[in-house]
């Protein structure tokens, strides 16, 4: 009985391995593909025969005509604020709303449950002629301010705040602590594991997102990098592909590095809001 | 600090789901009442970042998007005359209209792709949570089948577009076959249909196998008891037992799909023809290719009642309205 569960239990993993070769093949193509020159690109091997970077000096030379530096600048600094700005905001907003009464916090609470309702394509139109408007256009204002109002978030840390034991409150409270020394010495403090997950989880989707800047950064130097990749992807790699998948994985690197350095706290974060939300 | 035991009268934990337990909750003692009054300021500048953005980046252009739907707007010169609802009418029903066949094309497309892709958005993951909560290792299947999920838009479609080429594709040299994988029908939904399942079902597996280690794990060992192997426990006690979890996945997948944009727009183009153009794509293109900012931000605003509709559906069933 034992080995025979344990032969079925053994299948399983087997097959889960196997499902991670048929899953990772893409993206072993891609580097594969990365390291050949482009008169091997066709040949079908998965080891490249004379493997050569050359692909990447040509992306990363002067005066290439992708400036992939300055893209994943742009991204890291969009996702980066982005991220410290929907985390600070939103712990804010859901200290008041689950820990101090005040008249109106009824409304607060449903205008936020009402634009989590609010899908991105029916804003996208009038964001884009406000930011037209207000010649913000391919600026940073553009690429961190709309990721801002993030009513998910709210969510998140209300959720946790509610859970915090009132006698931490009461004993910074009778210290003499303002309420804005409350929020910062006791509740961020204690809600660290849910602003990071918040955080990260904001960074990956601001880092990945396409289609506003898509069409808030018409000028090359303001692109995102998927934007940069996706607009030379359409142009002039498009037959070239050693050179796309050089700088696709040019782009896939930095997301790597951050999910080695967070994956348990993204896996955790993830398993935990899905089964709240 | 250590936790000392609750006050009596009220309690620390609240059922996650009641997202209106700030009813129940008593505010801080302030005493004098000009205490309060300079409390009550307090409390609305805790709030006032989020209400500024929210303002600003969320209730005003929805406004600012009806208004635009009312009217001519060209991005160039703006508001070029008031149309009333005419455009709705147009959009709606006047069969003649090429705005209103490209926005019924669309939204039959996008609602085609939601019809393939949440079934296996649900399936995929649910039965590799499932391989991976009856094999163990989640430390290690867990992220590594997640990891797809963590890559953007144009990275996916990039890599996909090159290793589903007819001529010289991986996938055509593996297969020994010419399959136009992204130039004719029904391959070009078929991809893209592929690409968002490889994309994308990490996400969902991360939590369906949260929904199943939730369960009891005395209902599995009874299976085990019964002498049911891995694949009818499968199907008589994982479906079964996990079908809350499975209906919100569900529901998260919908909202995904019926956004479709970044996939068509990137491999396909959209085509063959229109073929795979998703309604998002004839609301990116008339408003920022053709111009016509009125008619898309009508569009776009028919597309977001359609999803409102879903996602309150799912605060409905998040509340436990489907109990």
Not at chain 1, 25 to 47: C, E, H, N, R, Y
Not at chain 2, 145 to 167: G, N, R
Request: glycine residues 10%; aromatic residues 14%; hydrophobic residues 55%.
């Amino acid at each position: 009985m034992t080995n025979f569960h344990l032969r079925r239990t053994w299948m399983t993993a087997a097959l889960l391995a196997a499902g991670l070769v048929v899953l990772y093949f893409p993206l072993a193509w891609m580097v594969s593909t990365a390291l050949k020159p482009l008169s091997q690109a066709f040949d079908g091997q998965l080891i490249p025969a004379v493997p050569t970077l050359a692909n990447f000096r040509a992306i990363f030379a002067p005066g290439s005509a992708s400036p992939v530096l300055r893209w994943l600048g742009n991204s890291l600094l969009a996702a980066g604020a982005s991220s410290l700005l929907v985390v600070t905001v939103d712990s804010l907003c859901a200290f008041a709303l689950a820990r101090l009464r005040f008249p109106g916090r009824r409304v607060v609470f449903y205008l936020i449950v009402a634009s989590l309702m609010v899908p991105f394509i029916a804003v996208l139109i009038p964001l884009y002629e406000e930011f037209s408007g207000l010649n913000l256009l391919n600026t940073y204002w553009a690429l961190i301010l709309p990721y801002g109002a993030n009513a998910f978030g709210v969510f998140l840390l209300y959720q946790f705040f509610l859970g915090v034991p009132r006698e931490l409150e009461e004993a910074a409270m009778a210290d003499g602590a303002s309420r804005f020394q409350l929020w910062w010495k006791v509740f961020v403090p204690i809600s660290i594991a849910p602003m990071v997950t918040l955080g990260l989880i904001t960074f990956m989707n601001v880092y990945n997102d396409f289609l506003w800047p898509l069409v808030a950064t018409t000028s090359q130097n303001m692109h995102t990098l998927t934007v940069g990749i996706a607009l030379m992807a359409i142009g002039q790699y498009s037959t070239n592909y050693p050179l796309l998948m050089a700088l696709t994985l040019c782009s896939v690197v930095p997301i790597l590095l951050a999910f080695i350095f967070a994956q348990r706290q993204l896996v955790e974060g993830i398993s935990t809001t899905g089964l709240t939300l | 600090m250590p936790l000392r035991p609750r006050k009596k009268g009220w309690s620390t934990q609240f059922p996650v789901k009641d997202v209106g337990a700030w009813r129940k909750r008593p505010g801080l003692a302030t005493g004098a009442s000009r205490a309060k009054a300079k409390g009550t300021v307090s409390a609305y500048l805790f709030v006032l970042p989020f209400l500024v953005l929210f303002g600003g980046l969320t209730a005003y252009p929805i406004g600012y998007g009806i208004y635009i739907s009312l009217h001519h707007w060209n991005p160039i010169v703006g508001n070029s005359g008031w149309v009333g609802l005419s455009t709705y009418a147009e959009l709606l029903f006047d069969g003649s209209s090429l705005f209103s066949q490209q926005f019924w094309q669309g939204l039959g497309h996008t609602v085609l792709f939601v019809g393939i892709s949440v079934p296996f958005l649900v399936a995929v993951p649910l039965i590799i949570a499932y391989g991976i909560y009856r094999a163990g290792g989640k430390s290690f299947f867990r992220p590594l089948y997640f990891f797809p999920a963590t890559l953007s838009a144009t990275a996916v479609t990039s890599i996909w577009a090159w290793i589903l080429q007819t001529q010289g594709g991986a996938v055509n040299q593996i297969l020994g076959m010419h399959l136009p994988w992204l130039v004719a029908q029904p391959w070009a939904w078929i991809s893209i249909d592929l690409v968002t399942v490889w994309w994308t079902s990490g996400f969902n597996m991360i939590i369906l196998y949260a929904g199943l280690t939730q369960l009891p794990k005395t209902v599995f060992d009874a299976a085990a008891i019964d002498g049911a192997g891995v694949v009818s426990t499968f199907f008589s006690v994982a479906v079964p037992q996990v079908k809350p979890v499975l209906v919100f996945v569900g529901i998260i997948s919908t909202i995904a799909s019926f956004n479709l944009f970044a996939q068509p727009y990137l491999l396909t183009g959209g085509g063959p023809g229109f073929s795979t153009s998703p309604i998002t794509m004839f609301i990116y293109g008339e408003g920022f290719n053709a111009m016509h900012m009125g008619t898309a931000a009508a569009m776009a605003f028919l597309m977001g009642i359609a999803l409102a509709a879903i996602s309150l559906g799912q605060y409905w069933f998040a509340r436990g309205g489907g109990q």
